[in-house]
Structures are given as structure tokens and as C-alpha cells.
């Protein structure tokens, strides 16, 4: 479900739609590995529309969060929605979330070992509030669109799919399901907008509650694709891995912000 | 539990220890998140031998003459060490209790002995493309010519084709009712017009595609009355619900988190607390499990206490693993030797989706106990 945006915004939308193109995450997940799904041609389009100086001005955020969402529907790297942001990848023990490998000038990028520990840095926390902002509007945007990219997937299966006789999408229990992750998803959308006011808070409870919620809602989605949602071909997983990985992430920051 | 139940746990614990080395070298183990849809012939082979297989088969097939219930507590051992065990439980679990109570003398002759001597695995080729949680509705025919049928269709799911010697099959005799124009079949792997692919997974291992066209299986490999596969089927299924071997696993995963988080200074209260929880939820699943267990050792009406165990167990798989990760936070989604907890906490969040999907649906296992338990209608 598209939810309507101002024009500008919808424009700002669709070129980021645009930038991301025919990208696809990869499907297999690295098993064994932190998965690299960095794409510099990606990264470079997205820098063209001026995905990463959005930051920079609170007016902006609206755009940021529209394409926050964008992303997240596509599931791409999360190093886009980092670095744009927060000016640097976020790392763990040197490699860049999702990204295999270490980064050069082990300075410049927040890095934590594995328990959620810094080390080398201070803080993962930006000290600019207003990378702060942003980067608490966007994952929230990312998340919104990772969920709505997922329910999306489970409606047309839902309607596609026929077991006794009719598509599934009539059965009392596929409908509930779906409507229990589309009433969430429209929270995440709702919550990744109100986070998107310049004047606001930092959305530290929403970005609590969003990344659970998305993982839920991922869950049903799973359920309703049933076997062909096990199967690496097609991808649904690629909703539910994420999910998982941006909330474990985010709580590492969250409890970061929260420490005195 | 008994003292000869206790006794026996504990001697599946000293030889699953001693697999140790066998499952460390196979890189499938490692990347396997569900240690029920884990497979391997060496370990397959090595419980053969050991004669973990069949327990509550009689003493003339390789079996001990136990109890499932025994046999079910002897599992869930298997499981806290990880063994990889789809073979063992296609094998002898369901597809052998079938055999056992529904074949002619001379084919429960022919295949429990290679079973229980670990030389012998099955595939189950129940679903189709089209026939998921509508399995009556699979499609697969089997034409009856002179003392033959020949079999022509397409299944999907199918775990450890890639490694089965033998499948069985759910197929359609009678094309002009549902349910009562269903039979079983079984035949090689190898019988001419079979051909299996195998693709990957999110568990971490493979899944099968198994394509029959013009296979000639002869009508003495029927496995209960033609056209009676329906309740031969729902029987399979009652053993399969049994998932005793996954709580163990869990109850593994549950410890090593605990320990990693003592070890890393993190066990505060909250972190206790759920582990707790869980544990506690664990031993009603456990509990469930041994009911249902229990009643077929009794030959009770097992399909609402099997759906029962088999609910709650695959419940159990998902929020372990995503307990898991939360309690462990970053290190939670690394995977590999090498990675806390041998990484079993991330692998075990991906593979548990399949849970609630394999041996039939949350919400078919849910209709099951509101049906057969419950008496709704
Ligand atoms: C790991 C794994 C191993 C497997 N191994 C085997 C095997 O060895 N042999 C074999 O034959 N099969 C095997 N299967 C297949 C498994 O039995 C089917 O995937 C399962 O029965 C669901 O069928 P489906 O995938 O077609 O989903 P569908 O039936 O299409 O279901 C899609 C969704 O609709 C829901 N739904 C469907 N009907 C109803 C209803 N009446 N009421 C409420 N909700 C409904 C389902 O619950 C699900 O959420 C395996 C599956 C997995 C994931």
C-alpha cells in the first residue's frame, strides 16, 4: 500500500526508487559471515539525488524519511541509511554492519565488539544532534518500509495462492494475520513520519518499539507464505533477517543514549 | 522417569559426545539451524550401528522393544547435542511407524532391519506444488497396469530426498473422491522416471523437489489399504508431531546463552528473567511432548495431543531464537564456529520459521486441537 505523500515528497520518493533501480539484496544469506551487500554504483546514484545531505537541514527530514522508507521496501544496505546520517558506517569489531571486511582509518567509523561494547571510540552516539535526529527518522523509515515491502509480498501471495479450492487470502486466519501486520505496519509508517517534524524529539520510544514490531510483522508474512517463504529463491526472508538485525543494532545505540 | 530411562539418556549423552568429531568436520552442521532438518549419512550410519535406531521396534526388526515415550526421551538428548537428525526421524520416527503398523509382513521384513542398522534412509513425498495444507487435494496419480502402478507427478518439500534410498509417497488411486481416493506407496529412490533436485534453504541446508514420471512401483509396496492412504497419512503425521528432539536443542541453546552472558558480565535480572520464562515454557513443551508420546504408545487418539506438542514446540523454536539474539545482542547475529554460542543463536532465528511451517501449519496443528480435541466443528 502506497500511503500518500505531498508531491514533492512523492518526487523525492520515486527518484529514490528511481536511484535504487532493478538493485536486489543478495538471497543467500552469508551463512557464517556478516553479509556484504554494499553496492558503490548504488551508493553513487543515491548520493546523485542527495540521499546523505539530508541531514544537514531539518527541513529535510521529510525527504529523508520518504526515502528512508524506499530503502527499506527494497531492503538495501544499511550503511546507506548509517553514513548518510550519522557520516559513518556503524561497525562491530571493525566490520561495517553488513559490510564484510574492515574499513580503512579505523578512526572515522563507531565501532562496538561483539557484546555491544565500544571500542576505540567514545561513543556511537553522534554529537551533532541533528545527525541524531535524522538517523533515528530514517531507521524508523527504513523499518516502515521493510514492513510494508514484506505485507506487500504476503497480500499478493495471499491472493495468488489457492489451497481448498480458493485463494488463501479468504481463510479468517490468513485475513487476521495480514491485518494484525498491516495495523503495525501503518504504526511504523505513522510513527517514521511524526519522527520526520523538525521541532520534534528524538523518537527514542518509537525506535524502542519499531524494530520488534517490524520483526512481527516479517513474521507473519513468513507464515503466510508458508514453504515457498523457507526457500531462498523469491527472497521474503530477506524482511525477516533484516528486521532482526536493524532492531539488535538499534538497541545497541538506544542503550547507548540511555547510559549516563 | 524411570531409572532405565535415565540410564539410557545418559548413555545416548556419552555416544552423542563421541560424534563430536564427525559433526565438526561436516559444514552443514555449522550453518544448520534446526538440528531436525539437519541430515547426514555418517551420523545416520553411526546411530545404526550404535542401534539407537528403532528403539520401540521388537528385537527381530534391530529395534529394543522400548517405549516411544522412552524412545522420545532418548531424542530430546540427541537433540541438546546437536545431532543432525531429518534421516532418523523420517526414517524410523514416522514414516517406520507406519511401516510397522500398516504394511504387509514382507515389506516390514525388507525395510525396518536396513533401518535400524542405519543402512536404510526414507524421504516422505507428501506435498505437492498445489497441495500444501490441502494435502487431500494432491494430484499425484497412480495408475494401476496388471500388478503394477504407475506413478506420474510432483512433489515438492521433500526433506533429505537428496540423501533417501527409499520415498514414500502419498498418491491418488481414485481420481473422483478427495480423501478416500488416496494410497501409499513405497519404492527406491533409484527406480527409473525419479528425479530429485535439491535446493537451498533458510535453515541453512536443503529442501528437495522430487519429479515421478512413469514410475512402476509393484502393488505389493502398498502401505495399508488402496484408497486408505488418507488415515495412513494422518497417523505418519501424529508420530512426526512428536518434536521432543528440538526441545533439546533448545534446551542447549537456553544454557549456552545463559553461560555466554554470565561469562560476559551481562546475566543482570531482566536477562534472567527470561531465561527463565522460556525455560519454564520449555517444560510444559516437553511435557506436551511426552503426553503425546505416551498416548501412542497406548494407541489412544493421538492427532490433538501430537498437534499439541508439535504447536507448542515450533512456537518454542521462534521465540528461543529471537530471545537469543536480543540476550545477546550484536554477537547474536554472528554465526560460525568462531561466533558466540557456535552462532547458534542466529542460525536458530532463521531456521525457526520453518517450524511453524514443516509437518503442517500453525494454524493447521490449531484446527487439529480445536477439531479432534476440542470437538469443534
Ligand atoms: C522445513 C520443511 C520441511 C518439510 N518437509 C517435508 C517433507 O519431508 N515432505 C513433505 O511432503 N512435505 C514437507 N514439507 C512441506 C510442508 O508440509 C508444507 O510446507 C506445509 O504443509 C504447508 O504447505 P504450503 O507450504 O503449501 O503452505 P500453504 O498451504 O500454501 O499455506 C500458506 C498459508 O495459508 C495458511 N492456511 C492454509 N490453509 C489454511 C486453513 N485451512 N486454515 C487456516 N490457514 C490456512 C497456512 O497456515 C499458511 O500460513 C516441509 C516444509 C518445510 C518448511
Known amino acids: 500500500m502506497r500511503f500518500p505523500l505531498e508531491p514533492e ?27 556484504d551487500d554494499r553496492d558503490d554504483a548504488l551508493a553513487a546514484r543515491l548520493a546523485e539525488i542527495g540521499w546523505g545531505e539530508l541531514w544537514s537541514d531539518p527541513d529535510l527530514l521529510g525527504p529523508a524519511v520518504a526515502g528512508g522508507v524506499e530503502l527499506g ?53 553522534p554529537s551533532d544532534p541533528a545527525r541524531l535526529q535524522a538517523w533515528g527518522a530514517v531507521t524508523l523509515a527504513y523499518l516502515a518500509g521493510l514492513a510494508d515491502g514484506a505485507v506487500e509480498k504476503a497480500v499478493a501471495h495471499a491472493l495468488a495462492r489457492e489451497q481448498f479450492g480458493a485463494p488463501i487470502a479468504r481463510l479468517a486466519a490468513v485475513q487476521a494475520r495480514l491485518a494484525d501486520a498491516a495495523l503495525v505496519r501503518d504504526g511504523l509508517v505513522l510513527s517514521a513520519w511524526s519522527a520526520a517534524d523538525p521541532d520534534g524529539a528524538f523518537p527514542r520510544d518509537s525506535l524502542a518499539w519499531a524494530g520488534g514490531a517490524c520483526r512481527e510483522v516479517t513474521m507473519h508474512v513468513q507464515q503466510v ?18 528486521a532482526k538485525s536493524v532492531q539488535v543494532w538499534t538497541d545497541v545505540l538506544l542503550s547507548e543514549l540511555a547510559s549516563p | 522417569m524411570t531409572s532405565t530411562q535415565q540410564r539410557l539418556r545418559e548413555e545416548a549423552a556419552v555416544f552423542c559426545q563421541s560424534l563430536r568429531p564427525v559433526l565438526e568436520q561436516d559444514e552443514e552442521w555449522r550453518r544448520q539451524g534446526m538440528l531436525s532438518d539437519g541430515d547426514s549419512r555418517e551420523v545416520y550410519r553411526l546411530l545404526g550401528e550404535a542401534g539407537w535406531i528403532g528403539m520401540s521396534w521388537p528385537v527381530e526388526f534391530g529395534g529394543r522393544g522400548l517405549t516411544r ?64 495444507s490441502d494435502l487431500g487435494s494432491l494430484t499425484t496419480r497412480a495408475e494401476l497396469r496388471g500388478d503394477t502402478y504407475v506413478v506420474t507427478g510432483h512433489k515438492i518439500w521433500t526433506s533429505s530426498a537428496q540423501l533417501s534410498d527409499w520415498i514414500y509417497l502419498g498418491v491418488r488411486t481414485d481420481a473422483d473422491t478427495k480423501h ?20 537451498p534453504t533458510l535453515g541453512g541446508g536443503y529442501l528437495c523437489e522430487t519429479f515421478l514420471d512413469g514410475v512402476e512401483i509393484p502393488v505389493a509396496n502398498l502401505v495399508g489399504e488402496v484408497n486408505g492412504g488418507w488415515d495412513v497419512l494422518m497417523y505418519t503425521l501424529d508420530f512426526e508431531r512428536v518434536t521432543a528432539e528440538k526441545l533439546g536443542g533448545f534446551a542447549w541453546v537456553l544454557n549456552a546463552v545463559e553461560e555466554r552472558l554470565r561469562e560476559t558480565d551481562r546475566l543482570d535480572r531482566v536477562a534472567a528473567g527470561r531465561i527463565s520464562r522460556l525455560r519454564g515454557e520449555l517444560h510444559a513443551s516437553r511435557l506436551l511432548s511426552f503426553r503425546a508420546a505416551d498416548n501412542l504408545d497406548r494407541e489412544l487418539p493421538g492427532s490433538a495431543s501430537s498437534a499439541m506438542a508439535k504447536l507448542s514446540g515450533a512456537r518454542l523454536a521462534q521465540a528461543i531464537g529471537d530471545a537469543a539474539v536480543d540476550l545477546l545482542g550484536l554477537e547474536g547475529l554472528a554465526e560460525g564456529a568462531e561466533a558466540a554460542i557456535e552462532g547458534r543463536a542466529a542460525a536458530l532465528y532463521r531456521a525457526s ?25
Open chain 1, 73 to 125: 521496501r527494497a531492503v538495501a544496505p544499511l550503511c546507506l541509511v548509517d553514513e548518510a546520517t550519522l557520516g559513518a558506517p556503524l561497525a562491530v569489531d571493525g566490520r561495517v554492519r553488513h559490510g564484510e571486511g574492515r574499513v580503512e582509518g579505523g578512526e572515522r567509523e563507531p565501532t562496538l565488539d561483539g557484546t555491544g561494547t565500544l571500542r576505540g571510540v567514545e561513543s556511537v552516539v
Open chain 1, 225 to 242: 507464505h508458508g514453504g515457498i517463504g523457507f526457500a531462498l529463491e523469491g527472497g521474503v526472508h530477506r524482511y525477516f533477517r533484516r
Open chain 2, 180 to 199: 478416500r481416493g488416496i494410497s501409499v506407496l513405497v519404492c527406491p529412490v533409484d527406480t527409473p522416471g525419479i528425479e530429485v533436485r535439491s535446493f
Open chain 2, 353 to 377: 520459521v520453518g517450524s511453524t511451517i514443516a509437518g503442517g501449519t500453525a494454524e493447521v496443528q490449531q484446527l487439529v486441537i480445536a477439531r479432534r480435541g476440542l470437538g469443534l466443528r
Open chain 1, 9 to 35: 515528497l512523492e518526487l523525492f520518493a520515486a527518484s529514490v526508487r528511481g536511484a535504487v533501480g532493478v538493485w536486489e539484496a543478495p538471497l543467500e544469506p552469508v551463512f557464517g559471515e556478516w553479509q
Open chain 2, 69 to 132: 515415550l522412552t524412545a522420545t526421551l532418548v531424542e530430546e538428548v540427541f537433540g541438546y547435542h546437536w545431532l543432525p537428525l531429518s534421516s532418523y526421524l523420517l526414517s524410523y520416527k514416522t514414516i517406520g511407524a507406519a511401516i510397522e503398523r500398516y504394511a504387509e509382513p514382507a515389506l516390514v521384513d525388507l525395510l525396518l532391519p536396513p533401518i535400524s542398522r542405519g543402512e536404510l534412509i526414507f524421504c516422505q513425498g507428501f506435498s505437492e506444488p498445489g497441495a500444501g
